[in-house]
């Protein structure tokens, strides 16, 4: 049993998601049941406004992140966008170092064919003060309604399953390596408390 401590989060802040249910079934089937999920819609975060002061579900969230070693972060295309929810954790976090230096996998959701845009727009912001390191894998898991419901219920529920295999099994492996200098990168950049713009 690997000890990297493993934070999904569902960042879907609707009801009855999909991205809750596959969230589910990474712990469960990929992660044999050892990650802690973090629900942006069951336990969801005020919008940052930079006066708000953080509620016990900011601080309880914060908490899961601090103490994770490897992250995963399940986002569904909302009208080609990540949601909101996503970039208003990214802001509580801001230049804290809950995340820093951690390895993230991105896993897009599509009832469709969608689920690209949320990987390129997430890689490509969230990182400068955070600090959070996106693994090379990412995940698009498209026509989710029909994926992971019965055994071989969804055409390329095989591939899926054993790239999705891969792919945490990388996270995992990014963790583990990471893990034992976490704290000399952190200390290090102490100077340069954000990223350069
Ligand atoms: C507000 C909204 C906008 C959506 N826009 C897109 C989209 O741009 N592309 C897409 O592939 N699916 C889109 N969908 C459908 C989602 O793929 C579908 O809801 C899927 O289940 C997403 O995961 P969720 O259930 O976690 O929200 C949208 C859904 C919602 C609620």
Redo the contacts with the bound molecule.
């Keep these: 049993m690997s000890d990297i401590r493993t934070a999904i989060v569902?960042t879907?802040h609707?009801p009855?998601?999909?991205?809750?249910?596959?969230s589910q079934v990474l712990k469960d089937e990929f992660l044999q049941g050892n990650a802690d999920i973090i629900d942006l819609y069951a336990d969801a975060l005020p919008m940052w406004d930079g006066v708000t002061a953080a509620t016990d579900n900011v601080s309880k969230t914060l908490q899961t992140i601090d103490q994770a070693d490897a992250l995963i972060f399940?986002i569904?295309?909302?009208?080609?966008?990540a949601?909101a929810g996503l970039k208003n954790l990214l802001l509580w976090c801001g230049a804290q170092q809950q995340m820093a230096h951690k390895p993230v996998l991105l896993v897009g959701?599509?009832?469709?064919?969608?689920?690209a845009?949320v990987i390129a727009e997430v890689r490509s912001s969230g990182y400068k003060n955070t600090r959070l390191v996106f693994t090379p894998e990412h995940l698009i898991l498209?026509g989710?309604?029909d994926l992971w419901k019965e055994e071989g219920s969804a055409s390329g529920e095989e591939y899926l399953s054993k790239r999705t295999r891969f792919a945490v099994e990388q996270l995992l492996d990014y963790a583990t390596a990471l893990k034992p200098i976490r704290s000399k990168l952190v200390a290090a950049q102490a100077e340069f408390g954000n990223g350069m713009s």
């Design positions: 569902s879907a609707r009855d998601s999909q991205s809750l249910r596959v399940v569904p295309e909302w009208h080609g966008m949601p959701i599509s009832a469709a064919v969608g689920g845009f498209r989710v309604g």
